[in-house]
């Protein structure tokens, strides 16, 4: 008997990565693509700032396709939910019955994600509900997931944790109340290895920018693959 077909919403950080190797070892879907979108006038990962070609790499080193949807900017509400809705359509007619998302805890944008995709035909899955947050964390580092922070929401977190590695000295250094997995908007990631990949991303740390209230680490492809810390000071 086939699986059921399921896109997984990518949006290059650890949780979605995370996501990803979890549906994987439950056997339960056929992980056909992974979908994220992207700001047009910057060409970047929305809110994580990630460079398309890194994220074009991930899918890669996954060894599957990435649907790419395309967002104005700025992009309202209803042109989001136009886009995005004609998206969802396409997949149900395509065979795609699941859409999988990493959310943890927030418990809105679950339920915004299954008002948007009620009656569409398409189901949506989250893999990671409920975790226990820092234990998942320990998880993701401890089964070889690496990431740097390529986001930083400076309202929550001191800027210069943007473009510092995620691993267990960070965890040690967050500030009080700082969710682990950033699942609050504190911070956002980008995964460069782990079990979900076939290889790593070969990326190194360039210019450290504050822009529209967030600070961002602008993650560069490394064509020599050399480790991409320390993070370079902020301009």
Same mark, same amino acid.
């Given at each position: 008997?086939?699986?059921?077909?399921?896109?997984?919403?990518?949006?290059?950080?650890?949780?979605?990565?995370?996501?990803?190797?979890?549906?994987?070892?439950?056997?339960?879907?056929?992980?056909?693509?992974?979908?994220?979108?992207?700001?047009?006038?910057?060409?970047?990962?929305?809110?994580?700032?990630?460079?398309?070609?890194?994220?074009?790499?991930?899918?890669?080193?996954?060894?599957?396709?990435?649907?790419?949807?395309?967002?104005?900017?700025?992009?309202?509400?209803?042109?989001?939910?136009?886009?995005?809705?004609?998206?969802?359509? @396409?997949?149900?007619?395509?065979?795609?019955?699941?859409?999988?998302?990493?959310?943890?805890?927030? @418990?809105?944008?679950?339920?915004?994600?299954?008002?948007?995709?009620?009656?569409?035909?398409?189901?949506?899955?989250?893999?990671?509900?409920?975790?226990?947050?820092?234990?998942? @964390?320990?998880?993701?580092?401890?089964?070889?997931?690496?990431?740097?922070?390529?986001?930083?929401?400076?309202?929550?977190?001191?800027?210069?944790?943007?473009?510092?590695?995620?691993?267990?000295?960070?965890?040690?250094?967050?500030?009080?109340?700082?969710?682990?997995?950033?699942?609050?908007?504190?911070?956002?990631?980008?995964?460069?290895?782990?079990?979900?990949?076939?290889?790593?991303?070969?990326?190194?740390?360039?210019?450290?920018?504050?822009?529209?209230?967030?600070?961002?680490?602008?993650?560069?492809?490394? @064509?020599?693959?050399?480790?991409?810390?320390?993070?370079?000071?902020?301009?």
């Amino acid at each position: 008997m086939s699986r059921p077909k399921l896109l997984l919403s990518w949006s290059s950080g650890k949780d979605s990565a995370w996501a990803l190797h979890v549906l994987r070892s439950q056997f339960e879907f056929d992980v056909v693509g992974l979908f994220t979108t992207y700001n047009v006038a910057f060409d970047r990962v929305a809110m994580h700032g990630v460079r398309r070609e890194l994220t074009h790499t991930q899918a890669r080193h996954a060894g599957l396709a990435l649907r790419w949807i395309a967002l104005p900017h700025p992009c309202s509400n209803a042109e989001y939910e136009r886009i995005m809705g004609g998206f969802v359509a @396409a997949l149900r007619s395509e065979g795609v019955s699941h859409m999988a998302f990493g959310d943890l805890f927030l @418990a809105d944008i679950r339920a915004y994600r299954e008002r948007a995709l009620a009656g569409t035909g398409i189901t949506p899955v989250f893999p990671l509900w409920g975790a226990d947050t820092w234990a998942l @964390a320990r998880e993701m580092t401890s089964a070889g997931l690496r990431a740097v922070l390529a986001t930083v929401d400076p309202r929550h977190l001191p800027r210069e944790f943007a473009g510092q590695v995620f691993d267990e000295s960070l965890l040690q250094r967050l500030p009080a109340g700082v969710d682990p997995c950033g699942e609050n908007g504190e911070f956002h990631t980008f995964c460069h290895a782990g079990p979900m990949f076939d290889r790593p991303v070969p990326v190194r740390a360039g210019t450290v920018v504050e822009r529209d209230g967030f600070v961002f680490a602008d993650l560069l492809y490394d @064509a020599e693959g050399g480790e991409p810390w320390p993070r370079p000071p902020i301009e």
